[in-house]
C-alpha cells in the first residue's frame, strides 16, 4: 500500500511567523504549518494536526533573552479550532474547540509583559446563520479565553459581511479591522476581563481600504486603499482612548481646521496621504523602530517610505505582487510573501533577497476566451513530473514525489512585470509520454484587432534533467485560428495541433523523417499532413495508445485517421455539445470524450461498433487514462443544482467535485472520491517507479499506477486508485457514492434511448474512406460540398474522368 | 593525473538522493540539489566559528581552513526520509574531531573534539543502525550517538593507524582496515576475520548490502579485491577486479538468490580519473572473467588539457537497483567541480557509456570561451522558424473525402464490413491497402465494368485484329467509307475472309475498341452480302448468337437512356441558366441531394455513351 503522497501547497496564504531565535519561519502550509529553516530556506518540520487550511500562526514571543529558545505558538484554522504547539519537537500541547471557522486570530496579551490571570485571544469568525431557510455568511469579531478554552459569549466586537482579518499593533494595545471605506480601532484595556467593554474609535476614507498597519511606539496608524493611496492618521483616539487613563490631553476638542485630512470628525490629529502605488496596496508594515514604513503591492515593488520626511526607497524587481511582510525578532531579517508562491528572506537594512522558499506556481488568470479544456497542466508520466503555466511566462516543472520546483523554461522572451495589462498569454502545454518533448502555444492578444499572434513552439530536452531547449517556433501554425489542444504520438516523434479553425496538422520531427538521412541537420518540425472535416472546428485530438489510430473531434463528430497516410477511417456520431477532451482508454477498444456547454456529457465510445456504449450527463474537467489499463478516472464537477440541495449538501463541505474510477465497459463507477475545487483541477497516471516512493510504501506492495490529482489550487495529492484502504482512511476524498441516482439514471436511458438513432447514423456515415489525391479532378469533389466549384465546371471534369482510361487505351 | 584526480574530493549523497554534499580540500561543503541541479547551501567556517580556540593551535592551517578528511551522510528516522530534517552529515577532520551538520537547519548539530588524536580517517553507518563509529590514526574505532554525539563506545581495533572502515548494512558486522582488513563483531568487539592482501592503505572498503562480501581497493594499487565474509578465519581475496587506475569509490550488490532473473553480484567503482566502471558476473567465477563496462565523459573537452584546469569527471555514484539482469540503474554525479551535473543511468554490463559534460556555469578563459561559443552555435540551440507559409505545406497531400467512392465501397464491402471494422481498433495496415486498391479500381468505370464482366478482357485479340484488318484491303475501319465502296469492298472478299473479318469485327464492337458507327456497317454488309454462307458455317453459330445478344441488350437499354439524356440536357439547361445569374444558392441538402444524382448519373453515363451506338445499331436492324 502507497500512503498518500500530498503537496503543491500554498505557502502564502496566511501571512508567516518568525521564531524568537529567526533561524526558523512558521508558514502557514494547508492544513499543516512548515517550519523552515532560515539560514537554508529549507523544510525542517511541520505541526500536523488540523484538519483544514490554518489562517494564523502565533509565536509565543520570548519575555527575556534567555527564553529565546522557547518554541511555543498557536494556530487557528478554517477547521473551528485552535491549538498550542511546542514547535521544536514538534508536539501539540492543547486544543481548543471552538466549532466555528477563524479567518485570523490575534492574542494581544502575549505581546504585553504583563502577566494576566487568563489569556484572551480575538478571533475573527466565519459565521452562518439562516435566514429564511437561507444560509447567510457573515464575519464577526469575537473573544476567545484561552485559559479556559471557550468564547466568551455576548463579546462580539463588530459584524463584517465577510471575515476581515484583524491587525495589532506590535505593542498589543490597539486591535483594527477595515470594513470597506472605514477602520475600526479598538483599544485594548491593560487588565482584562470577561465582560469588559473595549473602546472604539472609527475612521473614514472615501475608498475601499485595503489594509492598515499600527505604529509600534506612537500613536500613529497607517492605511492602504484600493486606489494605491497610503494615509497616515498621527494621533489618533486622542479624545476616546487617552481620558479614562486619566492624561490630560493638552488639547481642547478642536474643530476641522485643526485636523488637516481628517474626515468626519473622526478621532484623530491630522491624516496625510502618500500616492505612489498604482493599483491597491497589499502590504503596509512600519519597521520595528517605527521610523520607516513599508508598502507594496501588485506592481512587485517594496517601498520603504521615511515616515518623518516621505522619502522613498525602493526594492524592485520582485516579480510578483506582493502579498504580506513579516519582520522577525531579529532586526536584520524580514520575510515577503508573493503571489507566486514565494517567500523572500530579505537582509534588512540593504533589501538584499538572502533566500527564497519557492512552492508550486499558481495557475495564472486567463483571459475568458482563452480558458481551453483542464488547467494548462501536463504530466510527465514517467517521471512524475507537471510542467504549469505561470504568470511570468514560464513554464514550471514540479516534481511531484518530492514536492519541489525543478526548473523553469521561459516559453516567451519578455520581461513579465506584475502590474502590466498581459498581453502575451501561454495558452497550451504539452509533454510527449516520455517527457523528452514540450509544446507550447502561446497567444499573443491584438490589440484594437491589431497585432495578435499565434506561435506553436516545440522544445526538445537531453536526458532528464528537463533542460529544454526550443526546437521549432511556427508562426500561426493555423493561420489566424486559435489551437484547441496537441497531443503527441505515444512512441515517435509525432505531434497534431488542432485548431478552432477547421483543420488539424500532423507535425513531424525532422529525425523522425529522415533517419537514413545522413546529412541529417537540424532536427525540426515539420508538417506532415493537414486534414480537415466537413470545415468545423477541431476540439480535440489524440493518439491511440499505439499510435496507429488519430482520433480528432469536430465538434460533436469523432473522426478517426490513419496518422501516416492521413486517410479518414471512420466517423462516429455525435454528441449534444462539442467535445472539448478525448482520450482513449488504455489499450482497449474504448474512446473516452468529454463535452461542455449546456449539456455537458461524458460518453464512451466503442470502437468494435463504432457507437456510443454508456454516457453521462456530466460537466467533466479532467480525464486521465491508466496507459495499459482498461480502466479511467474522470474529474466531474457537481452541478450547482446538487449544491443547493441540502440532503445531499451536508456531503460536500466545500467540495464541488468528484473524482470517478471506471471501468471502461461497466458505466458504474469503481471507485469515487470526493475533491475540493475541483475547477481547474486536473488529473494524471503516474507510472511507478519503485525508487522513488519506497519511502512511503507500507507493505512493499507496489502499486500498479498512481493517480495525481491536482485541483484548482495547484495542490496535489497522489494515491493508490485500487487500493482498498485508502477508501476507508482517506482524509481528502471520501468515499461517498456522490452522483445522484436519478441522475445517472437520467443519463443512462435517455443515452440508451437515442442508441436506434446512432445505429441508424452509422449505417449512413460509416465508411467514409479517402485517399491522398493522385489525379487532378478528384480534388475538385473533395471538401465540403458547399465550397465546390459550379457544377458546369464539375460536369465537364467528372465526365472526363469516366472516359480518360478509355481514351488511353486507344492508339 | 595531475589535476584530473578526484582523490582529495569528498563526496556524498544524502540518503533520499535529493541533495549531494562536495568538499574540495578547501572546507567548503556544498550542497547541491540533485534534482534542480543548483547549489543549495553552503557550509564554510562552521567549525573555526565555534572553536576558533582550537584552531588558533594549529598554525599551519589558516584560520578558516578545516581539514575534512571523511564525509557521510546519514538519515536519523527511517520512515520519513524525505524530511530532510532527519539527516545530519557527519565529518571527520585531520586534527581528530567528529562533527555532525543538520544541514536543513543549516547549523551544527553535534560536535566531538579530538575523537581520534591524529586524525579521523573514516566514519561507517550502518544503513539500519542507530549508530555511527568513526575510525581514526590512533587505531581506535569510535561508536558515537547519532542523535546526541556523546560517544558510546571506543575499542582498539588495531595497534596501527586505520585507513579505512566499513559496517555491513545489519549492523552487525565492522570492518577495519590499515593494511590488513579485519572484521569485528560489533557488540563484543571480538576479532571474526583476517584478511591479508592489500599491501598498503586501503582507500575504500564496503560490505555488500546483504553483508556476505567485502569489496576493498587500496592506494594506488590498480585493483578491487573482493573478499567472502563468510570463509575461513584467514583469506585471500577471492576475486580482484582490474581497473586501470586506483579506484576511490566502490559500491557494489549482491543477490544470492540463484531464482531470481537478477542474481549476481553488481560492483561499481570509480577510479582516481573519474572514470566509472562496472562488473556484473552471476557468480564469483563469472565476476572473475567479466570485462569491466566503462562509463566515462567524452572525450571532446580535453581540447584543455594544456590548460591548467580542472577536467570534468565522474565524481560520484550509487547504486540504485538492479534494472533487469546485468543491468542497473546508477545514479551519478560528473561534470566539474563547480557544476556538478546529475543524471539517472540505466548501465548494461557490455555496453559503454560516454556521457557529454555541460560547461553550464563555468567561467572560461578567452580562447576557450570562443571554442565554446563556436560549439553552441552547431549544437541544439539551432530553432527552426517557419512562418504561415512554410507551415501550411505538408509533406502528404490533402485527403479527400469522395463520397462518392466510399458509397461504392460501402456497397461493395457491405457483407464484411462488420469484420472490417472490428479490425479497424487495431487497424492493420492490411486494411488501409485493401481500401486504397478498392478506391483505385472505383476510379476508373472501365476497369470495374471488366471486373464485374461486363466487358471482355480480350484486349490483345483486339490488338490482332486491329493489326489483321489493316491485312484485308480496302477494310478501313477509321476512314468513313461511303456506302457504295462498303459494299464493294465486301463483295469482294471470299466468304471464309468474310467470316474472320466479321469475328474480328464483332469483337471490336464488343470492346469498344471502336464505335460502332465505324464497326456497324461493316458488319451489317458483310451479313448482307455473305448471309447465307454464314448460316451454313456450324462453326459460326456462336458468334451470331452472341452478335444478337449485344444488339439485344443496347436496344434494352436504348429507351431509359434516352430518358436520361433528355434529363440530363434538362439540368444541364438549368446549370448554364443557373451560371448566368451567378448566384450560388446552394443549401447544404440540395447540394447533398444532387449528389446522390450524380451517384447514379455515373452507373447511367456508361449507358448513356453506347446510347449513340445502339441508336446506330438499332437503326442499322431495322
Keep these: 500500500m502507497v500512503n498518500m503522497i500530498r503537496g503543491g501547497r500554498s505557502y502564502v496564504s496566511s501571512p508567516p511567523a ?127 479565553n484561552l485559559t479556559e478554552s471557550r468564547l466568551v459569549g455576548g463579546m462580539t466586537l463588530a459584524e463584517t459581511k465577510v471575515p476581515e482579518p484583524i491587525t495589532i499593533s506590535s505593542s498589543g494595545k490597539y486591535l483594527g479591522i477595515t470594513k470597506h471605506q472605514r477602520l475600526s480601532i479598538w483599544k485594548v484595556p491593560d487588565t482584562e476581563t470577561e465582560r469588559i467593554t473595549l473602546k472604539k474609535i472609527t475612521l473614514h476614507h472615501t475608498k475601499r481600504m485595503t489594509v492598515h498597519a499600527f505604529h509600534p511606539i506612537q500613536r500613529i496608524v497607517a492605511a492602504g486603499d484600493s486606489t494605491g493611496r497610503i494615509l497616515i492618521w498621527r494621533g489618533f483616539g486622542d479624545k476616546t482612548f487617552t481620558s479614562d487613563e486619566g492624561l490630560v490631553s493638552g488639547k481642547i476638542p478642536s474643530n476641522d481646521e485643526e485636523k488637516p485630512g481628517v474626515r468626519d470628525n473622526d478621532d484623530a490629529d491630522s491624516c496625510t496621504t502618500w500616492h505612489w502605488h498604482s493599483s491597491e496596496v497589499n502590504v ?32 524592485p524587481r520582485i516579480g510578483s505582487p506582493l502579498l504580506c511582510y513579516t519582520v522577525s525578532p531579529d532586526t536584520s531579517l524580514s520575510s515577503i510573501s508573493c503571489a507566486d508562491n514565494q517567500i523572500h528572506l530579505l537582509k534588512m537594512p540593504s533589501l538584499e533577497i538572502l533566500k527564497s522558499i519557492s512552492g508550486i506556481k499558481f495557475s495564472c488568470s486567463l483571459p475568458e476566451e482563452y480558458e481551453s479544456f483542464g488547467s494548462g497542466v501536463a504530466f510527465d508520466h514517467s517521471s512524475a513530473l507537471v510542467a504549469l503555466r505561470t504568470d511570468n511566462y514560464c513554464v514550471q516543472f514540479y516534481s511531484l514525489f518530492d514536492d519541489l520546483g525543478i526548473s523553469e523554461v521561459q516559453v516567451c522572451e519578455r520581461n513579465h512585470q506584475p502590474g502590466d495589462d498581459v498581453t502575451v498569454v501561454v495558452t497550451l502545454v504539452a509533454l510527449s509520454q516520455d517527457g523528452s518533448i514540450m509544446s507550447t502555444v502561446e497567444v499573443k492578444l491584438a490589440e484594437e484587432g491589431i497585432g495578435g499572434l499565434i506561435c506553436l513552439k516545440f522544445w526538445a530536452s537531453e536526458s532528464q534533467n528537463k533542460k529544454f531547449t526550443l526546437s521549432t517556433i511556427i508562426y500561426e501554425p493555423h493561420r489566424d485560428a486559435r489551437i484547441s489542444a496537441v497531443a503527441f504520438h505515444p512512441t515517435r516523434r509525432v505531434a497534431v495541433s488542432s485548431s478552432y479553425g477547421g483543420d488539424f496538422k500532423v507535425w513531424v520531427c525532422n529525425d523522425e523523417l529522415e533517419q537514413k538521412d545522413v546529412m541529417l541537420q537540424s532536427s525540426g518540425w515539420t508538417c506532415h499532413a493537414v486534414g480537415s472535416y466537413k470545415k468545423k472546428a477541431i476540439t480535440a485530438a489524440a493518439f491511440s495508445a499505439d499510435g496507429s489510430i488519430l482520433a480528432v473531434a469536430a465538434e460533436t463528430v469523432i473522426t478517426l485517421w490513419d496518422p501516416d497516410k492521413n486517410v479518414l477511417l471512420a466517423v462516429i456520431g455525435e454528441t449534444l455539445t462539442p467535445i472539448v477532451t478525448l482520450s482513449f482508454v ?149 468515499k461517498d457514492l456522490v452522483v445522484p441516482e436519478e441522475r445517472r439514471q437520467f443519463g443512462y436511458a435517455s443515452i440508451y434511448g437515442e442508441l436506434p438513432e446512432f445505429e441508424l447514423k452509422r449505417n449512413q456515415t460509416l465508411w467514409v474512406p479517402s485517399v491522398p489525391s493522385e489525379k487532378p479532378w478528384e480534388t475538385i469533389f473533395s471538401g465540403s460540398s458547399h465550397n465546390l466549384p459550379p457544377l458546369t465546371k464539375l460536369c465537364s471534369a467528372f465526365l472526363e474522368s469516366l472516359l480518360e482510361k478509355r481514351t488511353a487505351a486507344v492508339e | 593525473m595531475g589535476s584530473s584526480s578526484i582523490r582529495d574530493i569528498l563526496t556524498s549523497f544524502s540518503p533520499s538522493l535529493d541533495y549531494f554534499a562536495i568538499c574540495s580540500g578547501d572546507a567548503r561543503i556544498k550542497i547541491w540539489d540533485v534534482l534542480k541541479g543548483q547549489i543549495q547551501t553552503e557550509f564554510a567556517d562552521i567549525a573555526s566559528t565555534e572553536t576558533t580556540s582550537l584552531f588558533t593551535s594549529k598554525p599551519e592551517r589558516g584560520h578558516i581552513s578545516v581539514d575534512y578528511t571523511c564525509m557521510k551522510w546519514l538519515s536519523l528516522d527511517r520512515k520519513k526520509k524525505r524530511k530532510l530534517g532527519s539527516s545530519l552529515l557527519v565529518l571527520g577532520t585531520g586534527s581528530g574531531d ?66 579505512c572502515m566499513a559496517v555491513s548494512s545489519d549492523g552487525k558486522v565492522l570492518a577495519t582496515a590499515a593494511g590488513q582488513m579485519k572484521t569485528f563483531n560489533c557488540s563484543d568487539h571480538k576479532k571474526i576475520q583476517k584478511f591479508s592482501g592489500h599491501p598498503g592503505a586501503v582507500r575504500f572498503m564496503m560490505f555488500t548490502e546483504d553483508g556476505k562480501y567485502i569489496l576493498s581497493s587500496a592506494v594506488g594499487e590498480r585493483y578491487i579485491a573482493l573478499w567472502r565474509t563468510d570463509g575461513d578465519k584467514k583469506q585471500s581475496a577471492s576475486c580482484v577486479l582490474a581497473m586501470e587506475h586506483p579506484a576511490v569509490f566502490i559500491d557494489g550488490r549482491c543477490i544470492d538468490n540463484e531464482e531470481v532473473d537478477e542474481a549476481g553480484l553488481y560492483v561499481f567503482a570509480i577510479s582516481e580519473t573519474g572514470v566509472c566502471y562496472f562488473w556484473h558476473g552471476r557468480n564469483i567465477e563469472e565476476l572473475r572473467s567479466t570485462k569491466a563496462t566503462k562509463i566515462s565523459l567524452s572525450s571532446e573537452n580535453n581540447k584543455s588539457k594544456n590548460q591548467k584546469s580542472v577536467l570534468p569527471a ?44 555541460s560547461q553550464d556555469g563555468v567561467l572560461l ?78 476510379v476508373c468505370m472501365e476497369d470495374r465494368l471488366r471486373s464485374l464482366g461486363m466487358l471482355c478482357n480480350k484486349d490483345d485479340l483486339t490488338s490482332k485484329a486491329a493489326l489483321n484488318s489493316t491485312k484485308f484491303n480496302g477494310v478501313d475501319l477509321d476512314a468513313n467509307l461511303p456506302e457504295k465502296k462498303i459494299r464493294a469492298a465486301v463483295s469482294s472478299m471470299t466468304p471464309s475472309n468474310a467470316s474472320e473479318l466479321l469475328e474480328v469485327l464483332v469483337d471490336m464492337w464488343q470492346s469498344r475498341s471502336y464505335s460502332g458507327k465505324q464497326v456497324l456497317p461493316w458488319i451489317y454488309k458483310i451479313l448482307v452480302i455473305h448471309g447465307h454462307h454464314f448460316q451454313s458455317q456450324k462453326s459460326l453459330t ?24 433528355g434529363r440530363l440536357q434538362l439540368i444541364m439547361a438549368q446549370i448554364d441558366k443557373a451560371s448566368q445569374d451567378k448566384t450560388q444558392i446552394s443549401s447544404y441538402d440540395h447540394k447533398m441531394d444532387e449528389s446522390e444524382d450524380e451517384d447514379e448519373d455515373v452507373e447511367e453515363h456508361v449507358y448513356g455513351e453506347i446510347d449513340d451506338e445502339s441508336q446506330l445499331s438499332s437503326d442499322d436492324d431495322s
Excluded at chain 1, 474504448?590 to 455537458?600: D, E, I, N, R, T
Excluded at chain 2, 553535534?110 to 543502525?129: E, K
Excluded at chain 2, 540504485?320 to 560528473?334: M, R, T
Aim: hydrophobic share 40%; proline share 5%.
Design chain 1, 18 to 144: 518568525f521564531s524568537n531565535d529567526a533561524k526558523r519561519l512558521l508558514v502557514c502550509t494547508a492544513n499543516t504549518v512548515s517550519i523552515f529553516s532560515t539560514s537554508t530556506a529549507l523544510q525542517t518540520s511541520s505541526l500536523e494536526g488540523h484538519t483544514a487550511p490554518v489562517t494564523t500562526v502565533i509565536v509565543v514571543p520570548a519575555s527575556s533573552p534567555a527564553s529565546n529558545i522557547l518554541c511555543y505558538c498557536w494556530t487557528a484554522s478554517l477547521d473551528g479550532t485552535i491549538r498550542y504547539w511546542d514547535f521544536s519537537v514538534p508536539e501539540l500541547l492543547k486544543t481548543i474547540n471552538i466549532k466555528i471557522p477563524i479567518y485570523s486570530m490575534v492574542i494581544p496579551y502575549l505581546l504585553g509583559n504583563e502577566k494576566q490571570p487568563y489569556l484572551f485571544a480575538y478571533v475573527s469568525l466565519k459565521v452562518t446563520r439562516e435566514i429564511d431557510s437561507k444560509k447567510h455568511n457573515s464575519g464577526q469579531i469575537c473573544k476567545c
Design chain 1, 284 to 315: 503596509l508594515f512600519f519597521s520595528s523602530d517605527g521610523a520607516y514604513l513599508y508598502s507594496g503591492g501588485k506592481e512587485g515593488v517594496l517601498v520603504v517610505w521615511q515616515l518623518d520626511t516621505g522619502k522613498k526607497k525602493f526594492l
Design chain 1, 586 to 734: 488504455g489499450k482497449s477498444e474504448f474512446l473516452v470524450a468529454a463535452s461542455w456547454g449546456s449539456k455537458p456529457q461524458l460518453s464512451v465510445w466503442t470502437m468494435s461498433k463504432l457507437s456510443v456504449s454508456w454516457s453521462y450527463m456530466l460537466h467533466v474537467e479532467a480525464i486521465a487514462c491508466a496507459a495499459d489499463l482498461s480502466s479511467f478516472v474522470a474529474l466531474a464537477l457537481l452541478p450547482e443544482l446538487s449544491k443547493c440541495q441540502e440532503s445531499i449538501g451536508t456531503n460536500f463541505q466545500g467540495k464541488d467535485g468528484v473524482i470517478l474510477l471506471f471501468n471502461a465497459t461497466d458505466p458504474v463507477p469503481v471507485a469515487t472520491w470526493s475533491a475540493r475545487k475541483a475547477k481547474g483541477g486536473a488529473l494524471a497516471f503516474l507510472q511507478v517507479n519503485p525508487s522513488s516512493i519506497e519511502d512511503n510504501i507500507s507493505d512493499g506492495k507496489l502499486p500498479q499506477a498512481l493517480l495525481a490529482y491536482m485541483n484548482g489550487d495547484h495542490e496535489y495529492v497522489l494515491f493508490d486508485p485500487y487500493c482498498e484502504e485508502i477508501h476507508e482512511l482517506n482524509v481528502i476524498p471520501q
Design chain 2, 98 to 163: 567528529v562533527l555532525a551538520l543538520d544541514v536543513s537547519a543549516g547549523q551544527l548539530k553535534w560536535r566531538i573534539s579530538d575523537c581520534h588524536p591524529g586524525g579521523v580517517s573514516a566514519i561507517s553507518i550502518a544503513t539500519h543502525g542507530s549508530c555511527v563509529y568513526s575510525a581514526g590514526a590512533d587505531g581506535m574505532v569510535c561508536e558515537i550517538d547519532p542523535l546526541t554525539g556523546n560517544l558510546i563506545g571506543k575499542f582498539r581495533a588495531s595497534t596501527k593507524g586505520i585507513s
Design chain 2, 314 to 357: 565522474i565524481f560520484a555514484a550509487k547504486l540504485q537497483g538492479i534494472a533487469k539482469p546485468a543491468s542497473v540503474h546508477a545514479f551519478i554525479a560528473f561534470g566539474l567541480l563547480v557544476k556538478p551535473s546529475f543524471q539517472k543511468l540505466v548501465v548494461q554490463s557490455g555496453t559503454d557509456i560516454t556521457l557529454s559534460s
Design chain 2, 365 to 442: 578563459p578567452m580562447s576557450q570561451s570562443l571554442v565554446k561559443s563556436k560549439k553552441g552555435l552547431h549544437g541544439p540551440t539551432r530553432v527552426t522558424a517557419l512562418d504561415r507559409a512554410n507551415a501550411e505545406d505538408a509533406l502528404l497531400p490533402l485527403p479527400k473525402i469522395l463520397d462518392v467512392h466510399g458509397k461504392k465501397n460501402r456497397h461493395q464491402n457491405s457483407g464484411d464490413l462488420d469484420v472490417v471494422m472490428a479490425d479497424l481498433a487495431d487497424s492493420k495496415s492490411q486494411d488501409d491497402t485493401v481500401e486504397v486498391e478498392a478506391d483505385s479500381e472505383a
Design chain 2, 542 to 565: 456462336g458468334m451470331l448468337s452472341s452478335l444478337f445478344k449485344i444488339t439485344k441488350s443496347r436496344e434494352v437499354a436504348f429507351q431509359p437512356l434516352l430518358q436520361l439524356s
